[in-house]
């Protein structure tokens, strides 16, 4: 096998919030450290989002959905092409793609697995455009032997935390990575025990939803919304029943559960006050990341910080109810207090796993995503 040796990688990624490509060129280091060199985030074009939004809510044909998979690919080139066109041609480039569909339950028909992801932007366009190796589908695998595909960007959470900090007495702390996209999904690493992690429930879906229906903003900068709307108890604990929240770990959620007419159902029992409303789902997105951890994590392990990334990190009202629900003895950082990108962690991650597909390395973590072995991730496109 080839000597392993430092490598500039283009991590692309594009989440379940789908605001823009996050594409981050980094240095990808033998012991699997990611240093961050420069990351842009690269709007789609708004006919393009207008379509993937379709495909989220199943109103696209085949044919749209094949063509949306190579326009997608388009754009992710397009992103990739800026940073090439200031800094040359990386190694390779490793895009997560934009997940349209995910199905990550154990059904099957005529005893054939119908468990399933689905992320379009074709690699195929992507090297071409950029003539640069595209390493891309890494969910795909771990689902092939038995995962849920997700999360993924445990791999990345645990070689970048485990033993890393101390608490000032020589012992390491114990993190819980907690990453607020669209979906919000949390990384346990401890010494104390194996690695775990899960999606604890809705992010910014509803929010975002809510926001661009009742105040046309694509979300709620700063969480300046939800700031001045009150809470609504009652219907905070209504949304609180939902089982998703309360089925064990291993599991993962996406757009497809969180899904429009799931939003719309919810809204009929929504306080007239639309600021309100958006208040009410930040808290529900705070509260069930607090009781996942009150439920799954606590009763297995000792927490002694929490670390927030992703577009949650930004909303203050968020990090504020946080602080609220989480108990006080655990610290609560950002991503940025250990010199990790908020914004362009995930991009990072999978330049991280990217990497370990040139190289051979198996980067799921069984006991995230509950499959049956630990495999290499990801297709190859020369």
Request: proline share 4%; net charge negative; with cysteine.
């Amino acid at each position: 096998m080839e000597e392993k040796t430092a490598k500039k990688v283009i991590g692309l990624m594009s989440g379940t919030s789908c605001d823009s490509i996050d594409c981050a060129l980094c240095e990808v280091y033998p012991d699997l450290s990611v240093k961050l060199i420069k990351g842009i985030n690269f709007p789609y074009p708004e006919h393009i989002r207008a379509k993937i939004f379709q495909a989220f809510r199943n109103e696209l044909g085949v044919k749209e959905l094949c063509q949306l998979n190579f326009a997608v690919g388009k754009c992710f080139a397009d992103a990739c092409n800026i940073l090439i066109g200031e800094f040359g041609k990386p190694d390779l480039i490793s895009s997560h793609g934009q997940t349209v569909y995910h199905y990550p339950f154990d059904e099957s028909i005529d005893n054939i697995p119908l468990k399933s992801t689905l992320q379009i932007g074709e690699s195929s366009v992507i090297s071409a455009l950029t003539e640069c190796m595209t390493i891309s589908n890494f969910r795909e695998k771990d689902i092939a032997v038995g995962g849920q595909g997700a999360p993924l960007v445990c791999f990345a959470d645990e070689k970048w935390f485990r033993a890393k900090w101390d608490n000032g007495n020589g012992a390491s702390k114990n993190f819980a990575i907690q990453n607020i996209g669209g979906i919000s999904n949390v990384t346990v690493v401890s010494n104390d025990c194996e690695i775990f992690g899960f999606d604890t429930g809705c992010g910014n879906i509803m929010i975002d939803y809510c926001v661009q229906k009742f105040f046309n903003q694509k979300y709620d900068k700063d969480g300046e919304i939800a700031k001045e709307g009150k809470i609504c108890e009652s219907w905070l604990d209504c949304l609180l029943q939902d089982e998703y929240y309360y089925l064990e770990p291993p599991k993962s959620t996406g757009r497809e559960y969180f899904s429009v007419k799931y939003i719309e159902n919810m809204l009929k029992t929504a306080p007239s006050e639309p600021k309100d409303i958006i208040a009410t789902l930040t808290a529900l997105t705070a509260k069930t990341i607090a009781q996942a951890y009150e439920r799954f994590v606590y009763p297995s392990v000792h927490i002694d910080t929490a670390v927030i990334g992703g577009g949650g990190a930004y909303n203050k009202t968020m990090m504020k109810l946080l602080r609220t629900y989480i108990p006080g003895r655990i610290e609560l950082k950002t991503h940025e207090d250990f010199g990790i990108s908020n914004n362009y962690k995930e991009a990072m991650a999978f330049a991280l796993l990217g990497y370990c597909c040139y190289y051979g390395i198996p980067s799921n973590v069984p006991s995230c995503t509950g499959a049956r072995k630990r495999v290499v991730l990801g297709k190859i496109s020369y």
